[in-house]
């Protein structure tokens, strides 16, 4: 399935445990634009993540990868959802991703363009996660 907002490739992934339950949407799968990174749910995800880092230069790989992309899911509606984008963050930096920086370098990646605005965004995270 290509992404519905900019027609990419798309990885699909199990949602973790530990992510599934802050997200709004209760599919026990997602998947992943390599080029906007939005992300949309999935009903029969892989059983195993993807190999995130061979089609998006620096992401993550294995279950960080997967707690990182739920957080890309929500990042663009931080206003409605600022509890469960703090908890996923946390869940991410627990497994050793810094989000902000993690943003930061994939925006400045070729052939990524982050479908949020990436410095408004990543000004309300961190607001967010420091505050
Ligand atoms: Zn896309």
Known sequence: ???????GDQLSFPVPDA????????????ALCTHCLA???????PSA??????SIPGFPDGEAGAVVACVFALVDSLALYRA????LADAAE??????????????????????F???????????LLYE
């Open 19 to 30: 992510a599934g339950e802050h997200l709004p949407d209760d599919r026990p799968g997602a």
């Open 117 to 127: 605005d990436v410095s408004r965004r990543g000004t309300q995270l961190e607001q």
């Open 94 to 115: 627990r497994r050793g991703v810094d989000v902000l920086l993690l943003i930061d370098r994939l925006a400045a990646t070729d052939g990524v363009e982050p479908y």
């Open 39 to 45: 992300v949309e749910p999935v009903d029969d995800p």
């Open 1 to 7: 399935m290509p992404c519905a907002l900019c027609d």
């Open 49 to 54: 993540y993807p190999a995130f880092s061979e």
């Open 84 to 87: 469960e984008v703090s908890a």
